[in-house]
Every structure is written in C-alpha cells, then in structure tokens.
T-cell receptor, first 112, second 113 residues
Framework: NAGVTQTPKFQVLKTGQSMTLQCAQD?????MSWYRQDPGMGLRLIHY???????DQGEVPNGYNVSRSTTEDFPLRLLSAAPSQTSVYFC???????????FGDGTRLSIL | GENVEQHPSTLSVQEGDSAVIKCTYS??????FPWYKQELGKGPQLIID?????GEKKDQRIAVTLNKTAKHFSLHITETQPEDSAVYFC????????????FGTGTRLKVLA
C-alpha cells in the first residue's frame, strides 16, 4: 500500500532555478491537491485537480504550474524559484470532494 | 470567504488528562469535518471524521462532536499519552462547489509525562 508518494524528500535550489516536485497515488483517486506548509500558516492550497486534464488554482498559485495527464500523477513545477517559495510541500489525494484526504510525507524545499 | 478558525494554537496537558481542540466554520453548506494528526517530519494523517448527519463519533480515546447550529466542532482526546503529542488540524468540506478542504491553522499538543 504505497498511498501518496512524493519525490524528492529534500531539495535545495538556487534562486531562479526551476524544478518539478513529483506526486503519484495508487488509489485511483480523482481529486489531487498541492499544499504548502509554512510555520504558523497551516496548509495553504496551491493548485488542485478534480480529474485527468482538469486543474484549477488554489489560494497561492503564483510561481507554480501543474498538469494532470494521468489519474495517478500530479507534478508541481516551480518556474523560477524564489526564496519566498522555501517551504514544505504536501501532495494529497481523495476519491471525491467530501471524502478523506490522504497526504504524502512532503518535500522540504529550500531556495537560496 | 470560507474560513475555519481553530483554537487553541498550543495546548499542554499532563499525561492522563483530557485535551479539547475547537474549530468554527463559516460555510453553512459544509457537511464533512475531518481531523488530522501531523507528527514531526510526516504528512497529516486522518484520525477521525464526522459528517453533518451525526452529532458525535467516537473511536477509542478520540471523539469528535458537531454543533451544526453554532457551526462548531471539537476534538476530544481522553487519557492522553506522550505519543499523542503532535500538531492537529481540523478541516471542513462540502460535496459541491469549490471542492476544497478548508483547514484550520493547527494546534500543537504537548503531553507532559
């Protein structure tokens, strides 16, 4: 039972670099989301998807892109990393809107 | 807009005592209320949830109560143990509309041995 798998677990980038955070789930869930977690701020929604080919913006989408070509995968792209994007990023999935959400163990990202 | 307020932000209790964390939501259409526990270095894990058609749900030492009129729900942990120390998040969701979970800002619970 893999659940939600995020890679990498840790990453250090320089300002201006780009990278992709990977997220995969094996539960055949339609809904997938990306959150960032900063101290004292709780979980803030970056982007979400309600099915393959469908994505939408959350609260803090600027500087990030997503795509959903398959049900299983939902990568998050940082286009030009900035120090303000230093955070812990969590991917989550669920079968339907008001169903339990399953989280990965996060990617800890530092931008220098 | 939609909002979930969570209190307190930190809570310290003696081992064996009870802990209560409270959340208030703004969207009266919300009908699903999960609670998550996040241990250090891990992602949030669902520990209990409740839907709007019931007022209370229990699972061993954990219980959740819901007051739809007041738009308020609470997590109760009895006979606390050191391994209950973690950050707890409440959330609210609904079956239609924005499809988003609205999370509270979290409560750091410390159980003192």
């Amino acid at each position: 039972n893999a659940g939600v798998t995020q890679t990498p677990k840790f990453q250090v980038l320089k300002t201006g670099q780009s990278m992709t955070l990977q997220c995969a789930q094996d539960m055949n869930h339609e809904y997938m989301s990306w959150y960032r977690q900063d101290p004292g701020m709780g979980l803030r929604l970056i982007h979400y998807s309600v099915g393959a080919g469908i994505t939408d913006q959350g609260e803090v989408p600027n500087g990030y892109n997503v795509s959903r070509s398959t049900t299983e995968d939902f990568p998050l792209r940082l286009l030009s990393a900035a120090p303000s994007q230093t955070s812990v990023y969590f991917c989550a999935s669920r079968s339907y809107s008001n169903q339990p959400q399953h989280f990965g163990d996060g990617t800890r990202l530092s931008i220098l | 807009g939609e909002n979930v307020e969570q209190h307190p932000s930190t809570l310290s209790v003696q081992e064996g005592d009870s802990a209560v964390i409270k959340c208030t939501y703004s969207d009266s259409a919300s009908n699903y209320f999960p609670w998550y526990k996040q241990e250090l270095g891990k992602g949030p894990q669902l520990i209990i949830d409740i839907r709007s058609n019931v007022g209370e749900k229990k699972d061993q030492r954990i219980a959740v109560t819901l007051n739809k009129t007041a738009k308020h729900f609470s997590l109760h942990i009895t006979e606390t143990q050191p391994e209950d120390s973690a950050v707890y998040f409440c959330a609210a969701s609904k079956a239609s509309g924005t499809y988003k979970y609205i999370f509270g800002t979290g409560t750091r619970l410390k159980v003192l041995a």
